[in-house]
């Protein structure tokens, strides 16, 4: 679609706080690549994909899977849950998309145990309700879907399960019974967690998942460099986004892997100068869901608006999104750290109506001086005030749209603005969910296709 041959590896990351509408963008791109890969988070992300009537919703497959020739991969610096994955190979089989040797997991992807899951919604409640009266809500609003706790595992070692240790029952019960031991202890810490957690149970359960998912764990850093020297196109599927990344996201209010494109290479063992291109998403607003700073936010009914008309509801957890004014402060920093080469500008179309649009291009500080660079820290961020541009709106339906060059001309200013200020050209615009309402290089993408 976007001369794939110049550049044969492409990265699609989320230029703000997630639920971009990668999955759509993903999608169209699968068709030009050969490899779609997964390197970060788990199944807290969730991607949602329209084709004709069909909407599928993924957490920790690549939605390359709908494409019968495609190679998906779970990389290693994903978190896995084997349950749900077995769920979302069940569901798709169910409804006719075949998940065999297309699939494969990296024996070095860490395991979500149920534990993990136990022991964040422990934390999240105890640093919610029991500390609030003291410290103030310290809680994360995570998806409570265990990832912290799984990554932290990886980070500490010696109490980590991978996908590779579900393949070897006994090894996996030895390790297990230490883990499981330290494991009630820390829960019962937390108030939680009676009666203690059963290791041969869960290393019954565990094996037996493994036992399940065994034809699709490979060493997947190999099978990558193999796909690359045999000249195949890898297509890296960003989970999460840009500001939730634990390094360079609104820290503590972000998850807890490198969800820019810097989580590529240690994520699938692929070195970074290999990504030819990086097409950071972005919505043509902002949104967020759970706690932490948003500068943009509209906590009023024009946010409420925003949200009806975005359908802007959780995928993983139903939770509704927090809707603010595009915080083009935030994209340039996400697209500068991620090495963005164009950009998608999604649900362009949630925008039409409204007599004015504000972006916001600079952040007052609390001693009243301005800075146009981001602050990714939560706690200093909390306490700017956006410095906002208000543009005409436009009042045309957009969802029609063909040719960038005929959106309405306050339309297409916003865009423009977008690239003047960032830096970066707007290659994608979408203006609705289906495959075809994507305007690719300011022409329909179904045309371009054809062209
Ligand atoms: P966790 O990843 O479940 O630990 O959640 C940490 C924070 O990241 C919470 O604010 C979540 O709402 C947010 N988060 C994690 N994944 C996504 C995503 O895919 N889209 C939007 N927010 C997310």
Not at 106 to 127: C, G, I, N, T
Not at 194 to 215: E, I, M, S
Not at 237 to 256: K, R
Not at 333 to 360: H, K, N, P, Q
Request: net charge neutral; hydrophobic share 40%.
């Amino acid at each position: 679609m976007i001369h794939p041959s110049r550049h044969p590896h492409t990265a699609i990351v989320g230029l703000q706080w997630g639920d971009e509408g990668k999955g759509k963008l993903v999608d169209l791109l699968t068709a030009d690549h050969d490899v779609i890969v997964r390197y970060n988070g788990g199944a807290n992300a969730g991607h949602t994909v329209q084709v004709g009537a069909e909407r599928y919703a993924l957490h920790l497959i690549p939605s390359g899977i709908l494409y019968p020739d495609k190679q998906c991969v779970i990389g290693n610096g994903v978190v896995v849950d084997p349950e749900k994955l077995i769920q979302e190979i069940d569901t798709l089989a169910g409804r006719g998309i075949r998940v065999a040797e297309n699939l494969c997991i990296s024996d070095r992807a860490h395991v979500v145990m149920p534990y993990h899951k136990e022991q964040d919604a422990a934390l999240e409640e105890y640093l919610g309700a029991k500390t609030a009266a003291e410290r103030g809500n310290l809680a994360i609003g995570t998806t409570r879907r265990g990832i912290g706790p799984a990554y932290a595992d990886k980070i500490r070692r010696s109490t980590a399960i991978r996908m590779g240790d579900l393949l070897d029952e006994d090894y996996l019960r030895s390790r297990l019974r230490v883990t499981c031991t330290l494991r009630t202890a820390e829960l019962e810490a937390l108030g939680v967690r009676t009666p203690p957690l059963d290791a041969d149970a869960l290393a019954d359960r565990y094996a037996a998942l493994g036992a399940r998912l065994r034809p699709h764990v490979a060493d997947t850093v190999y099978a990558l460099h193999d796909a690359v020297r045999a000249g195949r196109s890898l297509l890296f599927e960003g989970a999460n986004a840009s500001l939730l990344d634990i390094d360079h996201g609104t820290f503590p209010f972000v998850t807890s892997s490198n969800c820019s494109t810097l989580g590529i290479p240690a994520g699938t063992g692929i070195p970074g100068h290999a990504i030819g291109r990086v097409l950071g998403i972005m919505k043509a607003y902002s949104t967020r869901v759970g706690a932490g700073p948003f500068p943009t936010e509209l906590d009023n009914e024009l946010g409420q608006r925003i949200r009806e008309r975005g359908r802007e509801y959780g995928t993983t957890t139903g939770r509704p999104r927090r809707c603010g004014w595009l915080d083009l402060v935030a994209v340039r920093y996400s697209a500068m750290v991620c090495g963005a080469t164009g950009i998608a500008c999604t649900l362009f179309d949630v925008l039409s109506g409204l007599d004015e649009v504000r972006i916001c291009t600079a952040y007052r500080l609390a001693d009243g001086t301005v800075t146009d660079r981001f602050i990714p820290d939560a706690h200093r961020l909390e306490s700017v005030t956006p410095v906002c541009e208000t543009m005409p709106g436009w009042s045309e339906d957009v969802s029609d749209a063909t040719d960038r060059q005929r959106l309405p001309a306050a339309a297409q200013a916003y865009l423009e603005r977008i690239e003047r200020f960032v830096g970066v050209p707007v290659d994608v615009v979408s203006v609705g969910p289906e495959r075809t309402q994507t305007l690719v290089h300011g022409r329909r993408a179904a045309a371009l296709a054809h062209a």
